[in-house]
Structures are given as C-alpha cells and as structure tokens.
C-alpha cells in the first residue's frame, strides 16, 4: 500500500499569506496525485487533478507541483475562503489513500 | 447540474447490516465509475470502495473486504453499499463519487454527494 504522509496536520495563516502543504510518498509513483479542500460539514471539492492541473473554476491561486515520492500544494495569497482542510489523495495503486488532512485556519 | 443524494444512513447494531444508496442525477450514470468514501467523525477521509460504470469491476478497501459490498443499478441510476457485520470502526459519514469516466481509473472525485451518516453502537 502506499501511504501518503501529509504535513503539517494544522497550520494558522493570515490573508495575503503564501501557504504551502506537502505529500510524501511511501514508495515512488506516477503523478497521480490530487488536492482536495473540505470545508466544515461540507463534502470535499476537487482542486488540483494529477499533481499540477488546476480544476476548471478553481482560482489559480492554487497550484500544485511534484513527482515521485514529493509533491506540494501551494496557496498563494491566501483569500477568507481558503480557511479549510486540505488532503492529497494517491490513484497510483489500490487501495486509494488519502493524506492525514492539513487543516488551515486564520492567524 | 450532478446531483449525488446518499441515503440509508441511521442506527445500527454491532454485527448488523445496513444498505446505503446513492441516487445519482444530471450526468448519464452508467458512463461513470463510482466509489463509497467514508469520514469518521472529526477524523480524514478513508476510501472504501470502487465499481466501475459497467459493474464488472470493483475493488475494496482491506477494512471492508469480505463485509462489505458495492454494487449499482444503471438503470435506476443508483450506487449501493452493502455493509454486513459492522463493528464500531465503522462509524463514518459516507459519501459517494465519482470517477472521471467508464473506467475506475483515474480516480479524481469531481463530483461528491453530501454525505448519510452511519452510526454503530448498541
């Protein structure tokens, strides 16, 4: 199985700030690696497709980059919408697994 | 619109069986691979299962194999999970999703239900 190690857990931030959120691997693997944002009692929206592709209507002051056993989602100019929970999910090999989930909340 | 409406959630025993549905809309249902993903409460996201849009393929989580079973009816445009001999572990909110085509993979969840929640307590 691959595991996904997400971190940090929990980060405070402030509006305007550069937030930057990163997946390791436990073995290398193909760039199929997505973000997510979950807002409280929300299901999770899809953000960022295969390690880099921005889903359309996504803001492009989210990105993502990364390969093999490293990948990380930046926020750059952090907006009062942002404030969520953030998980990277592997499609490389079953089972599918998700990260820890970094939550984000206001400085 | 995609519109995914989970239901069957509620009070179960330990060793019970429950039948969770997701009603699916707006998209032809059958083109799509779907999953089950479940949340425990304050806890991260945890996939559970896989089926493709024909229904020939699935694919579970090791938690849940041998327990729990996921199937569709294409043509009532519905998504099921079958959960047999549950225990506390499986106390989550479950969401159904869907895939990004016919076929499991990719598997990017661009369309997520808004989750019925599934209770295991004597």
């Known amino acids: 199985d691959i595991q996904m190690t997400q971190s940090p857990s929990s980060l405070s931030a402030s509006v305007g700030d550069r937030v930057t959120i990163t997946c390791q691997a436990s073995?290398?693997?193909?760039?199929?690696l997505n973000w997510y944002q979950q807002k409280p009692g929300k299901a999770p929206k899809l953000l960022i497709y295969?390690?880099?592709n921005l889903e359309k209507g996504v803001p492009p002051r989210f990105s993502g980059s990364g390969s093999g056993t490293d990948f990380t989602f930046t926020i750059s100019n952090l907006q009062p919408e942002d404030f969520a929970t953030y998980y990277c999910?592997?499609?490389?090999?079953?089972?599918?697994?998700f990260g820890g989930g970094t939550k984000v909340d206001i400085k | 619109e995609v519109q995914l409406l989970e239901s069957g959630g509620g009070l179960v025993q330990p060793g019970g069986s429950l039948r969770l549905s997701c009603a699916a809309s707006?998209?032809?249902?059958?083109?799509?691979?779907m999953s089950w993903v479940r949340q425990a409460p304050g806890k991260g996201l945890e996939w559970v299962s896989a089926?493709?849009?024909?229904?020939?393929?699935?694919y579970y989580a090791d938690s849940v194999k041998g327990r729990f079973t996921i199937s569709r009816d294409n043509s009532k445009y519905t998504l099921y999970l079958q959960m047999n001999n549950v225990g506390a572990e499986d106390t989550a909110l479950y969401y159904c999703?869907?895939?990004?085509?016919?076929?499991?993979?990719?598997?990017?969840?661009?369309?997520w239900g808004q989750g019925t929640l599934v209770t295991v307590s004597s």
């Open positions: 999703a869907t895939h990004a085509g016919i076929v499991v993979a990719p598997v990017i969840y661009g369309h």
């Open positions: 707006g998209f032809t249902f059958s083109s799509f691979a």
């Open positions: 089926l493709s849009g024909s229904g020939g393929r699935t």
């Open positions: 073995q290398a693997m193909s760039n199929y």
């Open positions: 295969d390690a880099s």
């Open positions: 999910q592997q499609y490389d090999t079953f089972p599918l697994t």
